[in-house]
């Protein structure tokens, strides 16, 4: 079982991203958690006595043709009507378990993105909608168990009834043996005596049936997610021998989430190490899939991506992202301290690089204050911090791998405004000698960026700095004025 988990566990981490897109958190939970329960019920309950029952079963085969090979044919006639039987139960009882397993992914799920956002519900008052979705999904968990356990109520009395027909057909066969004078009474006795020993291993192995089918419709789940292909690096790539040097090119590239709803339409671009660049646009216009797809979590369906001239496929998945350093707005940040927030548990990572780069970061001095400074516990998710304190961090952890690339999603919308200088202060110093992409939804916050592209349903269809753009009167001068009017408000 620990090895099983361990390699569950090592397989979710290669898997791709578009994976998780598509499972929600729980689903996954529950095949590393309880369907490896499961498995573990049945070699701890079950598989020691199925082996005893088994061999207990194949002695009395060997004594019943021994005392009387005869009697013993006419009890095996029962043998195919078991196996049908059993063959029937069998799919409906995995059927039922399957639907089960399926059942606890879904309250899983839902318990993890509640208690996650248990914030939202109490702000809005929604507690009484979310206990009524919660019973409604319990309520489906109890009745696909039900119709488990009822299946399984009718299989156990069915074998026992199939006992009890073998050893009437035994009596009766063996009955007119006695009174033909062919067979002794004591025989017959004993014969019955060692039939009902036989079906005793079978009534056992009736029972841990259940747990049996219980555990291979979780085996089921566990090996189709093993199944599920790793990402993996292109046959042709080769390993990184160098840093790289941010050059990035795209080229015609066309890009898709889901078949051919392509979000991304022949874009094309290129930008030199150490340029700062901007990439703006309404919501959905393709902002973050560039930085999916820099981030090699994605495929292109056409066109090319180049990195320092190369195709980004023939790098190694691992040594392109070990040169991109990415701040999202939406800032991850573990259980633990801030030390190992911002090294990741690195252990090559030094107390002086650390302590450095949150400096650097201007992440330093609301560390200091904090009781136990870099070694004070964040809590899930950074709950003792703010959320310019957490933007601060993931600068500094940027910081401590000093990347070639950087990537900024837009970081000061919803900080207080000494935190907003500090930021811009680490922005500064973060872009420095690299190849910069932000994500801006300000405006005015990439007015000194050397180039800007303006993206609309998917196409770039603006590009230049902000004096040439804001002249051409096109989408980037309506945004800018929109949002310049409402700040005027």
Same mark, same amino acid.
């Given at each position: 079982m620990y090895s099983l988990r361990v390699r569950l566990f090592s397989h979710l981490q290669k898997l791709p991203v578009?994976?998780?897109?598509?499972?929600?958190?729980? @689903?996954?939970?529950? *095949?590393? +958690?309880?369907?490896?329960?499961?498995?573990?019920?049945? !070699?701890?309950?079950?598989? %020691? =006595?199925?082996?005893?029952?088994?061999?207990?079963?194949?002695?009395?085969?060997?004594?019943?043709?021994?005392?009387?090979?005869?009697?013993?044919?006419?009890?095996?006639?029962?043998?195919?009507?078991?196996?049908?039987?059993?063959?029937?139960?069998?799919?409906?009882? @995995?059927?039922?378990? *399957?639907? +089960?397993?399926?059942?606890?992914?879904?309250?899983?799920? !839902?318990?993890?993105?509640? %208690? =996650?956002?248990?914030?939202?519900?109490?702000?809005?008052?929604?507690?009484?909608?979310?206990?009524?979705?919660?019973?409604?999904?319990?309520?489906?968990?109890?009745?696909?168990?039900?119709?488990?356990?009822?299946?399984?109520?009718?299989?156990?009395?069915?074998?026992?009834?199939?006992?009890?027909?073998?050893?009437?057909?035994i009596i009766y066969h063996g009955g007119g043996k006695v009174i033909q004078q062919t067979l002794t009474m004591g025989a017959l006795v004993a014969f019955i005596e060692y039939l009902r020993k036989f079906f005793i291993p079978i009534r056992?192995?009736?029972?841990?049936?259940?747990?049996?089918?219980?555990?291979?419709?979780?085996?089921?789940?566990?090996?189709?997610l093993l199944d599920t292909p790793e990402e993996g690096d292109a046959p042709k790539a080769k390993a990184l021998e160098r840093r790289l040097n941010g050059d990035i090119e795209f080229k015609n590239v066309w890009f898709a989430y889901d078949g051919d709803n392509y979000v991304l339409k022949d874009i094309s671009f290129k930008i030199n190490a150490g340029e700062r660049v901007a990439f703006v646009g309404a919501t959905g216009a393709g902002k973050t899939s560039i930085i999916n797809l820099l981030s090699a979590f994605y495929k292109i369906q056409k066109g090319s991506i180049l990195i320092d001239g190369r195709d980004i496929y023939s790098y190694r998945q691992d040594d392109v992202r070990r040169n991109m350093g990415i701040a999202l707005q939406d800032v991850f940040i573990f259980s633990g301290s801030v030390r190992e927030n911002i090294a990741l548990n690195n252990k090559d990572v030094s107390s002086e690089e650390l302590m450095r780069a949150a400096k650097s970061a201007y992440a330093d001095e609301f560390i200091m204050k904090l009781p136990n400074k870099y070694d004070e516990t964040v809590g899930e998710r950074g709950a003792v911090l703010s959320a310019g304190q957490k933007q601060l961090l993931s600068f500094a952890r940027v910081l401590v791998y000093d990347p070639p690339v950087l990537i900024l999603d837009e970081a000061t919308s919803t900080v207080d405004p000494h935190t907003e200088y500090l930021i811009e202060k680490a922005t500064k110093k973060l872009m420095a000698g690299r190849t910069s992409i932000i994500i801006a939804h300000r405006l005015s916050t990439i007015k000194d960026v050397d180039n800007i592209f303006v993206f609309h349903k998917g196409r770039i269809v603006e590009r230049g700095c902000h004096s040439e753009l804001y002249e051409q009167k096109g989408i980037y001068y309506k945004l800018y004025e929109l949002q310049y009017k409402n700040f005027m408000k």
């Amino acid at each position: 079982m620990y090895s099983l988990r361990v390699r569950l566990f090592s397989h979710l981490q290669k898997l791709p991203v578009s994976y998780f897109d598509k499972n929600p958190v729980g @689903r996954v939970m529950t *095949r590393v +958690t309880n369907d490896i329960e499961v498995l573990n019920e049945m !070699f701890t309950a079950g598989v %020691i =006595t199925i082996f005893g029952d088994l061999l207990m079963l194949a002695g009395i085969v060997v004594v019943l043709l021994y005392v009387n090979y005869k009697l013993a044919l006419v009890t095996f006639s029962v043998m195919p009507a078991l196996i049908v039987i059993t063959m029937v139960f069998r799919g409906r009882l @995995r059927a039922s378990y *399957r639907e +089960t397993r399926k059942k606890t992914a879904k309250l899983n799920s !839902f318990l993890q993105e509640n %208690i =996650t956002g248990m914030k939202i519900v109490q702000l809005f008052s929604r507690e009484n909608d979310k206990h009524g979705d919660f019973k409604q999904i319990t309520g489906e968990y109890k009745d696909a168990f039900f119709r488990t356990i009822t299946t399984y109520s009718l299989f156990f009395p069915v074998m026992e009834l199939m006992s009890s027909l073998a050893i009437a057909i035994i009596i009766y066969h063996g009955g007119g043996k006695v009174i033909q004078q062919t067979l002794t009474m004591g025989a017959l006795v004993a014969f019955i005596e060692y039939l009902r020993k036989f079906f005793i291993p079978i009534r056992d192995l009736t029972e841990k049936y259940n747990i049996l089918q219980s555990a291979m419709a979780s085996a089921e789940r566990i090996y189709n997610l093993l199944d599920t292909p790793e990402e993996g690096d292109a046959p042709k790539a080769k390993a990184l021998e160098r840093r790289l040097n941010g050059d990035i090119e795209f080229k015609n590239v066309w890009f898709a989430y889901d078949g051919d709803n392509y979000v991304l339409k022949d874009i094309s671009f290129k930008i030199n190490a150490g340029e700062r660049v901007a990439f703006v646009g309404a919501t959905g216009a393709g902002k973050t899939s560039i930085i999916n797809l820099l981030s090699a979590f994605y495929k292109i369906q056409k066109g090319s991506i180049l990195i320092d001239g190369r195709d980004i496929y023939s790098y190694r998945q691992d040594d392109v992202r070990r040169n991109m350093g990415i701040a999202l707005q939406d800032v991850f940040i573990f259980s633990g301290s801030v030390r190992e927030n911002i090294a990741l548990n690195n252990k090559d990572v030094s107390s002086e690089e650390l302590m450095r780069a949150a400096k650097s970061a201007y992440a330093d001095e609301f560390i200091m204050k904090l009781p136990n400074k870099y070694d004070e516990t964040v809590g899930e998710r950074g709950a003792v911090l703010s959320a310019g304190q957490k933007q601060l961090l993931s600068f500094a952890r940027v910081l401590v791998y000093d990347p070639p690339v950087l990537i900024l999603d837009e970081a000061t919308s919803t900080v207080d405004p000494h935190t907003e200088y500090l930021i811009e202060k680490a922005t500064k110093k973060l872009m420095a000698g690299r190849t910069s992409i932000i994500i801006a939804h300000r405006l005015s916050t990439i007015k000194d960026v050397d180039n800007i592209f303006v993206f609309h349903k998917g196409r770039i269809v603006e590009r230049g700095c902000h004096s040439e753009l804001y002249e051409q009167k096109g989408i980037y001068y309506k945004l800018y004025e929109l949002q310049y009017k409402n700040f005027m408000k």
